[in-house]
């Protein structure tokens, strides 16, 4: 009889904690909406601007997104709270281009500049992208046409390509004609696309001919970069400035990745499109240390040009907070198995670069201060001091943010693992 007691209450204490267990783990705190995207930056400024307007803004379908509500929460999505932020120039639009990699790793260029000389600079995006489409069609040559030609690449693009060409300041080349405001890429990177299409079907494979062809376009659209520049009444190259005046060594950089498919503690490749040279200067670690890395270089006053996905339900541009709802996975849940298998289904992809600036501590956890180049983080009031930021929170970063590069001296004891 007591035998038979003591089953029965063992069987009802078994019976509640399943119960309790499926009343935590059955039911979703955070909850979703489908929200109706409004016309913002993008359509009311780079458009105007570009002069397509009436093409563009022909009536359309709605566009709606599926994406968390955040409406009732407690979210650190004013700039002022972010005391431990670092020095940066403003936010920049990128405009209708592809070209985030270059404003995010030179926006944090631009700060390493100050932390390591105190000087406020504002350098040119558009001198490194000229030279990165030359360095792309010299590539697709070489390789009779099997080389990616399109505007997206890495942050480490930025670093490559001034230790060949240098760099200049940004009132040196715009890369604006016409009186423009911003940046519009789409025709010219048309026609680049279509001389390109006619060489490889022709089999015109002339590398010196196929460059100047593709300057020539550039030089209509954006003008051509300069050789020269005066700085205190003194003639200097790009690499002069960049050796002495900035003062910077572009070999002093390195990408910290975080995913399982490639050894961890070794340089290896990335493996995305945007990485069309096949570059394999990533040095992959484990998730957890990759966060705890991450924490600790902007503690040590050091910020980050930081890569990944924004085309989650959590991304909110209303707010410009990114969170993982737990409707995705818990939080708890998120290890290198769950980043390596949105990765690998392709569900976190390679979308955007942005500069990490600054941070907070909320509830034991970061919230982190991005300065953004696109237009999503562009829809608030642009006198706002939130304008052109995003606010993303730690369990974000951890899922979604695949890499980000850093001064190799912040790391330089994982470095030596």
Known sequence: MRSAMNTKNLGGIVLAALF?????????????????????FYQNSILKDAREVEEKAAPAKENRSFVVDMSDMQLPNKTDL???????????SQGNTGTCWCFSTTS????EAYRINKIQVKLSEIYTVYWEYVEKVRRYVRERGNSAFEEGSEGNAVTRIWKNYGIVPAADYTGL??????????????????YLESVEETSAWDEERTIATIQSIMNHYMGE??????????KI???????DILRINPDDYIDILSYMQEPFYQMVEYKVPDNWWHSTDYFNV?????????KKVVRDGYTVSIGGDVSEPGFDRKT??????DFDIPVTYINDDARQFRFTNKTTTDDHGMHLVGYLEKDGKDWYLIKDSSSGSRNNASDAPEFGYYFFSEDYVKLKMMGFMVHKDAVKELLKK
């Open 225 to 234: 970069p300069p050789s020269e520049i005066v700085v205190n009444g003194k």
């Open 108 to 111: 944090m260029l631009e700060t």
């Open 320 to 325: 410009q907070c990114a969170i993982v709802p």
């Open 82 to 92: 972010y005391k431990n932020q670092q020095w940066h120039n403003a936010p920049l």
């Open 237 to 243: 190259t790009p690499l002069q400035y960049l050796r």
């Open 286 to 294: 484990p998730l957890d240390v990759y966060m705890e890395t991450l």
């Open 20 to 40: 309790a267990s499926l009343s935590v783990y059955g039911q979703n705190k955070d909850k979703a909406i489908f929200r109706v995207n409004e016309p913002g």
């Open 177 to 194: 004609l016409n009186d423009r405001k911003y940046h519009n890429h789409e025709a010219m990177m048309k026609e680049m696309k279509d």
